[in-house]
């Protein structure tokens, strides 16, 4: 069955560094564009990070620009979120997509960011 599960959060000070990951199984994951979202407490889901299939035109938003990089390994059926110089107010929950159209769009079910000294 289509799976997809993210590791890599948990707790890091103000400035500091995460890696996430998502494994992806159960489906072909080089034919879908692959996005990180977060949400926080009392907030509405946001898209933070999108890469295509073929790993190439990444996009991210504002509040993320410069800090956070997104990337895939298709051959591991992988995407990454490196994280930096991070702030409080990127604690969240963080889940991974894959979407290839309305009938194809997959979540894991996310991980846990805290940042906080």
């Known amino acids: 069955q289509v799976q997809l599960v993210e590791s890599g959060g948990g707790l890091v000070q103000p400035g500091g560094s995460l890696r996430l990951s998502c494994a992806a199984s159960?489906?072909?994951?080089?034919?879908?564009?692959m996005y990180w979202y977060r949400q926080a407490p009392g907030k509405e889901r946001e898209l933070v990070a999108a890469?295509?299939?073929?790993?190439?035109?990444?996009n991210y938003a504002d509040s993320v620009k410069g800090r956070f990089t997104i990337s895939r390994d298709n051959a591991k059926n992988t995407v990454y979120l490196q994280m930096n110089s991070l702030k409080p107010e990127d604690t969240a929950v963080y889940y991974c997509?894959?979407?290839?159209?309305?009938?194809?769009?997959?979540w894991g079910q996310g991980t846990q960011v805290t940042v906080s000294s």
């Open positions: 890469i295509s299939r073929a790993g190439s035109s990444p």
């Open positions: 159960g489906f072909t994951f080089s034919s879908y564009a």
């Open positions: 997509n894959a979407w290839r159209n309305s009938n194809y769009d997959y």
